[in-house]
């Protein structure tokens, strides 16, 4: 039998850099096939090829055996190829019925779309692969994991056989991994073919067949999954061990850093996102902030920064009252910020990497000389930051979109680090990087931790939460719910207090303390 997948030689050239280079892979059929790589070795511009979103420089695409040629998805949808994207693509403001259907329509007398007909076939799709979601539901009403199964029900609507996932755990907490890991499996019984991106070393080796590892534009190898550990896979990606997020010793003082007070925070239909909410954090520790997204984290860290304004409730850092402050005011009264998307709120993508250095901090020397920016100071102190943080760029003049993510991530961490912050809040600061950048920003975090500064941790990664964490708080339904010690509980004992399920039960781990709001 041919198999699903032959990518022979595959190149791809950008403006001073290949990023994939003469790469081999074979995928087969019914299999599950994990793509590691450090970001930055070239998985994300392969799956652009297999997927028609850009055409390859040279090599040759196969599918199913026959030699193609995509110019666009279109192109690989109907030769059976579907992929479901890390940041979901769908309208929040459809019905899944809409969302699923969505260039699909079937059609009946007149034209008119034949929603009974859509209807049927999202059923059947559900019922068979254990995805079930009702199609008359708000995608905005979904909770992630159910959204990720729209994602993969638009695929397979649309009849495809062959599935990519990028990254598709990078927001489920330990129950909605497995019950993802199971759909997975029941695609595989049924003759799906699958190709799994991930960063997560113990996921690919739970649920992948194969692995191909990537570095640095060229294939590595490929090996089975259960002939491996993720210290050797990790060793292949990166030439090092696996990092861990653990801390060391405690470093926490007496001295309060940020005071959340009673904050209450409404959405735009005029209900608490954030509701009676109360948290501190003190110098040299990091309190760790567990919740599914669309608990309220998003709100609360936007009141923080100033960005949103609260219903009720104070905030103050270093004893001050900020509540009231400009953004700018708290910036400058030493609020360090890693926001949660670096392209959408951490970076100028087409600005070189000296005018990013800058963001932020615009009014504050080395990066301003009177009233005007001093390019001189900004691009030495964006060297100093290369050279501190390892950005690994040609220079400061090239644009932050030239870098891989864990270096944008890293620009980013070393731009609030040097400003020398009283508070940082990082969101999500290790999302879709890898083993070796993650290792790199767990250092930083680490190191400022024993030099005293205080950090507002908000992940998805539980065991980045648990590791880095002095204290972990679970938001839920817009309320703080439970303070639990991270040396006393497990990521699927944390991911139960996420969904409220531990809350439901009474179930509590040996030093937790539910909390009143």
Not at 232 to 252: H, I, K, N
């Amino acid at each position: 039998m041919a198999a699903a997948i032959e990518l022979i030689g595959i190149t791809k050239r950008f403006p001073g850099v290949i990023a994939n280079d003469n790469v081999n892979l074979t995928v087969e059929q019914g299999e599950i096939h994990a793509i590691c790589g450090e970001n930055g070795a070239g998985k994300s511009t392969l799956m652009k090829i297999l997927y028609g979103m850009q055409p390859a420089d040279e090599g040759e695409m196969r599918v199913n055996g026959k030699s193609v040629q995509f110019g666009s998805p279109t192109d690989a949808i109907e030769q059976g190829i579907g992929m479901v994207h890390q940041h979901f693509m769908l309208a929040d403001n459809l019905s899944v019925l809409e969302n699923v259907i969505l260039g699909s329509e079937p059609t009946k007398g007149g034209g008119r779309i034949d929603f009974d007909t859509a209807v049927t076939h999202i059923s059947e799709v559900g019922k068979a692969y254990g995805l079930d979601v009702d199609p008359n539901d708000l995608v905005e009403t979904l909770e992630v994991g159910e959204q990720q199964r729209v994602e993969i029900i638009k695929v397979l609507y649309r009849g495809a056989k062959i599935l990519i996932l990028d990254e598709p755990t990078a927001v489920l907490v330990p129950q909605e991994v497995e019950e993802l890991f199971k759909n997975l499996r029941e695609l595989k019984r049924d003759g799906a073919t699958i190709i799994f991106i991930d960063h997560k070393l113990q996921e690919v080796l739970e649920i992948s067949d194969r692995i191909t590892v990537i570095r640095r534009g060229k294939t590595i190898d490929t090996v089975n999954a259960a002939d491996v550990t993720a210290g050797d896979l990790a060793e292949l990606m990166v030439g090092s061990e696996l990092p861990s997020p653990e801390t060391s010793d405690s470093t926490v003082t007496d001295e309060v850093a940020l005071d959340v007070r009673d904050l209450t925070v409404l959405g735009p239909d005029e209900r608490p996102v954030v509701d009676d909410v109360s948290v501190a954090v003190r110098r040299g520790e990091i309190v760790g902030i567990a919740g599914i997204e669309g608990n309220g984290q998003t709100e609360l860290v936007d009141a923080i920064i100033g960005t949103v304004s609260p219903l009720a409730g104070t905030i103050a850092l270093l004893g001050q009252d900020i509540t009231n402050r400009s953004v700018r005011q708290r910036r400058e009264a030493g609020l360090g910020y890693v926001p949660q998307d670096r392209h959408r709120e951490g970076l100028l993508l087409d600005a070189p990497l000296w005018e990013n250095a800058v963001l932020g901090h615009q009014t504050e020397e080395p990066y301003v000389k009177g009233m005007w920016i001093n390019r001189s100071g900004a691009r030495k102190q964006t060297e100093h930051i290369r050279s501190e943080f390892d950005v690994r760029s040609p220079n400061v003049d090239v644009s932050a979109r030239a870098l891989s993510g864990g270096n944008q991530q890293k620009l980013i961490i070393g731009r609030e680090m040097t400003a020398n912050p009283n508070l940082l809040i990082a969101a999500h600061p290790t999302r879709g990087i890898d083993v070796g950048a993650q290792a790199e920003v767990w250092n930083d975090i680490r190191q400022a931790r024993a030099e005293g500064l205080a950090t507002l941790l908000i992940s998805a990664d539980l065991d980045e939460l648990i590791g880095l964490s002095d204290t972990i708080v679970v938001m839920f339904h817009g309320k703080l719910v439970a303070t639990l010690d991270p040396a006393e509980i497990t990521p699927r004992l944390l991911g139960s207090y996420m969904t409220g399920a531990a809350l439901e039960s009474g179930a509590e781990s040996p030093d937790s303390q539910e909390v009143s709001s």
